[in-house]
């Protein structure tokens, strides 16, 4: 199986947990890729079976909005049935960026297989057990 983890992040909170994700899906048997917005185009994302995206909360209580929500808009209508997961770290809010953003995917037809993962600042250890098993859950 063939995936992909597809992140921004400005402080490097969203990459550690990114970085679990991957070794959850290279545990579970598959190929992972790690990929930044500016490394994807829409038509990229067919190569893969599943993909997880990570976006932390910015603006108020948006996406990234330079490179990651364009990046995102135009893949999300090409993605399909294909099997998605989202995570992001997140600040001072109550996770309202998430929220938006999983209406935005129920909205688009998106297919998440899983719970969303979210975690405040750096990520500890208990939230990158729950990265590793979101790419576990993804790669199966
Ligand atoms: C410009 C900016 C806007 C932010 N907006 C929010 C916000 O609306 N809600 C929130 O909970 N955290 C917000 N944060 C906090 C970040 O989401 C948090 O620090 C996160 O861990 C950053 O992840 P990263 O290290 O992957 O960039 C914001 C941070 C920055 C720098």
Redesign the pocket.
Known sequence: MKTAVIYW???????AMARAVAEGMTAAGAEAALLTPDRVQPGDLNAYDAIAFGC???????LEEMEFQPMFDACKRSLGGKRAALF??????DGE?MRSWEKDCADAGLNLVCESVIC???PDDAALDACRALGKALAE
Do not use: D, F, K, L
């Open positions: 992040s400005g402080t490097g909170n969203t990459e932390p909360a910015m603006g108020s209580e948006v992001g770290s997140y600040g001072w809010g960026w405040t600042e750096t």
